[in-house]
């Protein structure tokens, strides 16, 4: 749907991909204000009108922008499929833990989650993909444990609900770079696995009588099938955003969510901030500003690197592309 950028002048360009950038964190961002109105539907039967109504929405966009080869060859890529459906898996937990932190009062908790799952991603890396970090990375992802360490001694418990947000949402990314779908492609291939056992639960809860879908009015119903819009319309300006604009600032821009999410749970739901979780929040930010910082001069430094030979090249071979210092990628947030 985002399509590839057009004839338009470079500059206005970037301008439409920052606006389109804004608008896909800012929705992230603003989620929380949502998912109460689904009340009195339970999280589990939100979730499932979520994987439906989903599945339904990227049809109909996959239908009008003929984009459908992509299905037949993931369909003879067997190990392909089994990674697109261990991703629908964590993501299945992501949405769940978030829908249901956010309707039980927890929403600054849930912003934690976002976060940190830049600090968990590049654990993963180390523990995972055997990567080597800069000190800078070690000094953030060392202070992003001792928040962590800080926030269970505030809570009295690990954050766990912050934590499985991270480590879940982390994990799908990192299982996503593996598949290398475009966003409106990968949630379709999801949410079709999704599909079946959702529209299970939900017949299941009708037969029982437990279903809010028919049972609470035309504008209970409508909000419910709207959850495949409020799902898939930033993925559609996100991809807008990351064709037209540098990801490095996209990895920026990835912060603009959980700021939204963390302001939200203060000042319109009026969550506690005891000063333990003040303290925990502080040693997160000055993780994320050390990360960013190192990756920001890296990325300079890799400019610099290149901008003699790119000198050399002939007009038309232009360099392109440019390092992603905070590991944007292209998924689907809470």
Avoid at 163 to 190: C, D, H, M, P, Q
Avoid at 285 to 298: E, G, K
Wanted: charge should be positive; charged fraction near 10%.
């Amino acid at each position: 749907m985002s399509g590839k950028p057009s004839g338009r002048p470079k500059g206005e360009q970037h301008h439409i991909g920052l606006l389109n950038g804004f608008a896909a964190y800012g929705m992230w961002g603003l989620v929380p204000l949502f998912w109460p109105l689904l009340k009195p539907a339970g999280a589990a039967e939100i979730l499932a009108h979520r994987m439906v109504w989903s599945l339904a929405f990227v049809a109909v966009a996959l239908l009008v922008i003929r984009r459908w080869a992509w299905a037949g060859e993931l369909l003879r890529q067997p190990r392909k499929l089994a990674l697109v459906t261990i991703a629908a898996g964590f993501i299945t937990v992501n949405w769940g833990v978030y829908i249901w932190a956010v309707n039980s009062g927890r929403v600054v908790e849930a912003s934690l989650g976002y976060f940190i799952n830049p600090l968990v991603t590049i654990a993963m890396g180390v523990l995972l993909l055997k990567e080597r970090l800069r000190p800078a990375q070690w000094a953030a992802v060392g202070v992003g444990f001792a928040a962590v360490i800080v926030l269970t001694v505030g809570y009295g418990q690990p954050p766990w609900i912050s934590l499985t947000l991270a480590f879940s949402f982390a994990t799908y990314g990192l299982v996503k770079k593996k598949v290398n779908l475009g966003g409106i492609e990968s949630l379709a291939a999801e949410t079709a696995i999704q599909f079946l056992p959702a529209l299970a639960y939900l017949l299941w809860l009708g037969a029982h009588g437990e279903a809010t879908f028919a049972q609470e009015g035309v504008g209970h119903a409508t909000l419910l099938a709207s959850t495949g819009i409020v799902t898939a319309l930033p993925l559609v300006c996100f991809g807008a955003a990351a064709i037209r604009v540098p990801l490095s600032t996209l990895g920026l821009l990835q912060y603009l969510a959980p700021v939204f999410q963390f302001l939200l749970g203060i000042f319109y739901f009026h969550e506690s901030m005891p000063p333990a979780r003040w303290a925990g929040f502080a040693l997160v930010w000055l993780a994320l500003i050390l990360l960013t910082t190192d990756a920001w001069r890296t990325a300079r430094r890799g400019r610099g690197r290149t901008a003699a030979p790119a000198a050399a090249l002939p007009p038309e071979r232009p360099p392109t592309g440019s390092p992603n210092p905070v590991g944007t990628a292209d998924t689907v947030e809470a």
